[in-house]
């Protein structure tokens, strides 16, 4: 029985294909259909309900692209959404922040976490309540880098603006028993040389990793893999096409079949800006 139907990965952003990249590594075979709402994003400083109907929306569209599972590749959405949209759909839903949160409780020595992400999902506290469900002796510290989703976005983690502002943000991590970072933003992982830079002797956990691995076995389990070898990968934004299939060819290095503009929601938000 072999199961083709692709794998679904969304996000607010570009920062999902860190996700998309990783299906693409562990799961070879597999068909993968992204959507990355450019077009509204940054989802990290919207209402707690503007992020659950956005992200209804993208499962929407991804259940029309007949997926066998979403993997939310946006930590913003995993805080927010996912347990409203879980109740709403019956498709297997997978979201980065348990798993991530479980790789650095195992990874720590010291007992001390330090977490990035967006404003909404530092404020959410979706990790610490994660990481304290899972050891209680672990401290936890959230910091807010709604920054970084810019530098990768723009293309500009390079500049000295973009440093100043990563060392800035990581000075509570710095010099301290804090000795694992939770990239807590899909589109962090882009920045792992710059952060690695200012913070050498950190371990830096990129939850898509463990993620894909978690939708790897349930997968595996349920018997839902394919075993034919001629993979497809079809990106679609709602937004910035050009600037978006640019960065997606530089970060994944595949070869991709398809990418494409694609609208979402109805209302066409990015020609009128209403709700």
Request: proline share 4%; charged share 25%; hydrophobic share 35%.
């Amino acid at each position: 029985m072999s199961d083709k139907r692709p794998i679904g990965v969304l996000d607010s952003g570009l920062g999902g294909l860190t996700v998309v990249k990783e299906v693409i590594n562990q799961l070879p075979n597999e068909d993968v259909v992204f959507i990355g709402d450019e077009a509204r994003m940054p989802y990290g400083i919207k209402t707690h309900e503007q992020i659950i109907s956005y992200t209804r929306e993208m499962v929407q569209y991804l259940i029309s692209q007949n997926v066998k599972i979403i993997i939310y590749g946006c930590n913003t959405a995993t805080a927010n959404a996912l347990q409203t949209l879980r109740q709403e759909f019956t498709i297997p839903m997978i979201g980065v922040i348990q798993p991530g949160s479980k790789e650095a409780s195992e990874v720590t020595k010291t007992n001390h976490i330090g977490i990035i992400g967006t404003e909404s999902t530092i404020n959410s506290k979706s990790y610490n309540k994660t990481i304290s469900e899972i050891d209680p002796k672990i401290k936890s510290l959230g910091v807010a880098a709604q920054k970084f989703v810019s530098f990768v976005e723009t293309d500009t983690a390079d500049t000295k603006e973009a440093k100043d502002n990563i060392e800035a943000t990581l000075k509570p991590f710095k010099d301290n028993d804090f000795d694992t970072l939770i990239l807590g933003c899909t589109h962090f992982p882009m920045l792992k040389k710059q952060i690695n830079d200012y913070l050498p002797q950190t371990k830096l956990v990129d939850p898509a990793v463990s993620t894909v691995d978690v939708a790897k076995k349930y997968l595996t389990k349920n018997d839902l893999l394919t075993n034919l070898n001629n993979r497809t990968v079809k990106l679609y934004a709602t937004g910035d096409i050009k600037e978006f299939a640019r960065l997606a060819k530089r970060w994944l290095k595949t070869d991709i079949d398809e990418i494409s503009l694609v609208n979402i929601g109805g209302n066409n938000e990015r020609n009128n800006n209403s709700n």
